[in-house]
């Protein structure tokens, strides 16, 4: 029988429990989430002797470009609200997703499920600040953060829906993700993930190494879980990319071929999903809690987002 090794990192149960545990039982005798947090725990564990992201250690590469882009989605809302106070969820990846923002001129927190790479990050000044939070069991108390940012880190979570409800609580202003999405089949999204599984050589496009379901968000369903809870807004950006670990660690711009190859690929996909023929790989989904002022709805539909208002209920 498999058992789950002592780990250093501790999780919060419960919102509503003071305490934490150590994961220590067999992992049939722990609760199907309680796993999850293991695993990622111990895989960032790991990460610790791996290579910096290429944000910190090669920031003219092609994937530092990829995560780039993604990042720069947030342009239009830092733009906005300059000095504004943002956590991140699920930053394990030595706190890159905050180490963007405070270069962008507002304060970040970084968390993730454990501090293995967060110590070091602060330790090397990437980060400012870090806490150790379980995405679902939040310890801030209500509207401590103007903005909660999730990036790359809402499908790993066993139960995504409970961890977005926990940023909404947190948040002042809005919660963002910057996810793989999806939507209604598109005719050659089938297509898509065959190339996918023989580019990369897996035949599993359910789940990741790290022992995760890969939870795609989309737009419909968090439009649905803010009307519920009559918050005002929903900004929606679509994208695409192209990731190979064979061309990733080339120089953009000067590795001509493989940005080429790389840009071709994200080209392909915008064509194919401008013509309705495939979904778009990735999204930024942006939930507001307060209604966006005109010059934010204004900056976000210059970007390329999709601004929906939503349905008040007459009965609150």
């Known amino acids: 029988m498999r058992t789950i090794s002592p780990l250093k990192a501790r ?3 419960s919102p509503t429990l003071g305490g934490s545990v150590e994961l220590t039982k067999r992992e049939d005798e722990l609760p199907s989430h309680f796993w999850s947090y293991a695993k990622h725990a111990d895989h960032e564990m790991r990460m610790v002797n791996l290579t910096l992201p290429s944000a910190y250690s090669n920031p003219g590469s092609i994937d530092a470009w990829r995560h780039r882009r993604m990042h720069e989605t947030l342009l239009p809302i830092l733009r906005e609200a300059p000095g504004s106070s943002w956590l991140t969820i699920g930053d394990g990846n030595f706190g890159s997703d905050a180490h963007f923002l405070i270069q962008h001129g507002v304060q970040a927190v970084a968390s993730s499920i454990s501090e293995s790479t967060l110590a070091p990050a602060k330790k090397q000044a990437f980060i400012k600040d870090f806490q150790v939070e379980n995405a679902e069991a939040l310890t801030p108390a209500d509207n401590t953060f103007d903005f909660v940012l999730c990036k790359e880190s809402y499908h790993h979570f066993p139960r995504p829906p409970i961890a977005f409800y926990e940023m909404l609580r947190v948040s002042k202003i809005a919660v963002v993700l910057i996810e793989p999405c999806d939507g209604p089949r598109r005719i050659l999204d089938c297509l898509k993930i065959l190339i996918k599984k023989v580019m990369r050589r897996n035949e599993n496009d359910q789940f990741e190494t790290s022992g995760n379901f890969i939870y795609r968000a989309n737009e419909e369903e968090v439009r649905k879980m803010m009307t519920a809870l ?18 990733s660690d080339g120089m ?22 401008f013509l309705h023929l495939m979904n778009h790989g990735l999204g930024t989904i942006v939930a507001f809690k307060k209604e966006p002022s005109t010059s934010l709805r204004r900056r976000l539909e210059q970007a390329g987002y999709r601004v929906s208002i939503l349905p008040r209920n007459p009965y609150v």
């Open 252 to 273: 953009y711009g000067r590795d001509m071929v493989k940005t080429l190859v790389t840009l071709l690929g994200v080209g392909v996909q915008n064509l194919l999903g």
């Open 11 to 13: 999780w919060s149960t």
């Open 230 to 247: 009559n918050h005002p807004c929903v900004a929606y950006r679509p994208f695409n990319d192209f990731f190979h670990a064979k061309i």
